[in-house]
């Protein structure tokens, strides 16, 4: 029988929202019900408002709260992060969520307090983020110089993260975490003539690529864009007025409530990811937990996740023509109906056990 192992995760949780938290929580209740002995280690003040131009907070939680979570970290106070890793040298793991280089002066002062007396883990979300700045590698780079081992979740994030440290690096699939509604209904395949564009919009993700290829793609489809937009709505305004696309694309920004997701896959097609690059990303089992087929860039795992001409379709990555060329693929008479007929939910067990194991055995890297 395996070991049962203390472990912490610092990352965010509730009341913080979003895909790092879910994560971290969940992993959380993985872990437990795995039999080791788990806490989380969260913020009650994560980074100042400024770093993050949306909204940072839920006050309702989504998902079951894991209940040893505790909210001692602050940005503002670095002699809490010293004490915080102080507390956690007793512990047998502790893995660091990773979302952001903004992050890392709090982990180096946890890992300072912990003094190597629990071995260590990076858990990267992304190694480096999309949109770089100069301060982002030298900063990932001290942080993954000083853990035990890294946990990426694709070959490309590893080759990323062992250019930056020699420590070893372990690549496991991201599994399933974000919480999702009930499936769409066997006998509910009408077609809407409506796509959905989900998350929050940032260059990245391609959202001005997707209104170029609406604007060529079939003259009677529209789309929803529901999420928080990174950076205001006006250049999206503008796009969209001057591709003459205004009746047909509806803007739905702000925070999207898990409660509020059901009816919004509902009301598509199918999900389009857009993205000019991307590592993991849960959209695509949502939509497929939903019913929907997707259409998607060949990037990250995307070209794994979506089964082309399956049940969805794969173009090429920040290439309107291409995109554009799959909306009329899509739209072809019967298409819906038959990628949607092609969609299967997937059996997450086995890749959160995977994933669960292969973090466990990172606690055995040599230092």
Sequence with gaps: MPRTLRIAIVGPAFPYKGGGAHHTTELAHRLAAAGHEVAIESWRAQYPGFLYPGQQTISDPEGEPFPGTRRRLDWRRPDGWYRTGRDL???????????????VPSYLGILAGLRRGARTVALCHNVLPHERKPYDAPLMKRLLRKVDGVLVHSEAQAELARGLTGRPVSVAEMPAHLPVGPAAAPGDAKVRRRLLFFGIVRPYKGLDVLLRALAEGPADVGLTVAGEFWGGLDETRELIRSLDLTARVELR????????????????????????????????WMAHEHGLPVIATDVGGFAGQVRDGVDGLVCAPGDTASLAEALHRFYAPGEPERLRSGVRPVDHAPVWAAYLDALTALRGAAR
């Design 253 to 284: 920004p702000g925070y999207v409530p898990a409660a509020d997701v059901p009816g919004l896959f509902a009301a598509a097609d199918a999900l389009v990811l857009p993205y000019r690059t991307a590592t993991a990303s849960q959209n695509v």
């Design 89 to 103: 040298r007793a512990y047998d793991l502790v893995v660091f969520a990773v979302l952001s280089p903004v992050q």
